[in-house]
Nanobody, 125 residues
Framework: QLQLVESGGGLVQPGGSLRLSCAAS????????IGWFRQAPGKEREGISY????????YYADSVKGRFTISRDNAQNTVYLQMNSLQPEDTAVYYC??????????????????WGKGTLVTVSS
């Protein structure tokens, strides 16, 4: 059973950066495609980034493209989300999720098999 734990959230000023981590246990993350999702208060969940287990391809929502970077370190069994140029509208609980093998509709989250509990990111001055 794969277990995911997010970390790295916190309070940051507009324009700042954070790096989120999604650490896995129970299985190797190398077998899974990993997505990052977020949910702001009163809003629907949004799929923001995804990295494929198949070939390492990465995908981004338009809302974060050019600012966020997803990467994986299979040796550390961890996936990262580097977030730069953060804005107040990025405030949300951020979740990582895993599926195997790959889904073209990953951003919907319906095919994800495992979810972490989330980490809160607050962007405010």
């Amino acid at each position: 059973q794969l277990q995911l734990v997010e970390s790295g959230g916190g309070l940051v000023q507009p324009g700042g950066s954070l790096r989120l981590s999604c650490a896995a246990s129970g299985s190797s993350l190398a077998y899974y495609s990993i997505g990052w999702f977020r949910q702001a208060p009163g809003k629907e969940r949004e799929g923001i980034s995804y990295i494929s287990s198949r070939d390492g391809s990465t995908y981004y929502a338009d809302s974060v493209k050019g600012r966020f970077t997803i990467s994986r370190d299979n040796a550390q069994n961890t996936v990262y989300l580097q977030m730069n140029s953060l804005q107040p509208e990025d405030t949300a609980v951020y979740y990582c999720a895993a599926e195997t093998p790959f889904s073209s509709s990953w951003y919907l989250g319906y095919d994800m098999d495992y979810w972490g509990k989330g980490t809160l990111v607050t962007v405010s001055s």
